[in-house]
């Protein structure tokens, strides 16, 4: 069956950085879109970035334009999501989900979801 696993969460000091993952198994995985949702306790999926199913087209959330970098690679079935200059208000737990669709970024327009990773950062 289709499994996404995200990885690479944990606790990092405000300013720096780290890199998630999302590995994808039981899907042509050049065929999706991925993208990268957050959730804070109590609150709904906030969009974070997606990509393509080549790569070579990325789009971000306003907000973390120039400090996040969304990647893939169709080799590897795996996206990655690095963080730099990371600020305290983006502690969230995070989910990649899949669409055979690009450019969605509303989380009901994606098909399958990792079980989360979460980004804690400290001031």
């Known amino acids: 069956q289709v499994q996404l696993v995200d990885s690479g969460g944990g606790l990092v000091q405000a300013g720096g950085s780290l890199r998630l993952s999302c590995a994808a198994s039981g899907l042509t995985f050049s065929y999706y879109a991925i993208g990268w949702f957050r959730q804070a306790p109590g609150k709904e999926l906030e969009f974070v970035a997606d990509v393509n199913w080549g790569g070579g087209t990325t789009y971000y959330a306003n907000a973390e334009n120039g400090r996040f970098t969304i990647s893939r690679d169709n080799a590897k079935n795996t996206v990655y999501l690095q963080m730099n200059r990371l600020k305290p208000e983006i502690t969230d737990d995070y989910y990649c989900?899949?669409?055979?669709?690009?450019?969605?970024?509303?989380?009901?327009?994606?098909?399958?979801w990792g079980q989360g990773t979460q980004v804690t950062v400290s001031t």
């Open positions: 989900a899949g669409s055979e669709w690009t450019g969605k970024r509303s989380s009901n327009e994606y098909e399958y």
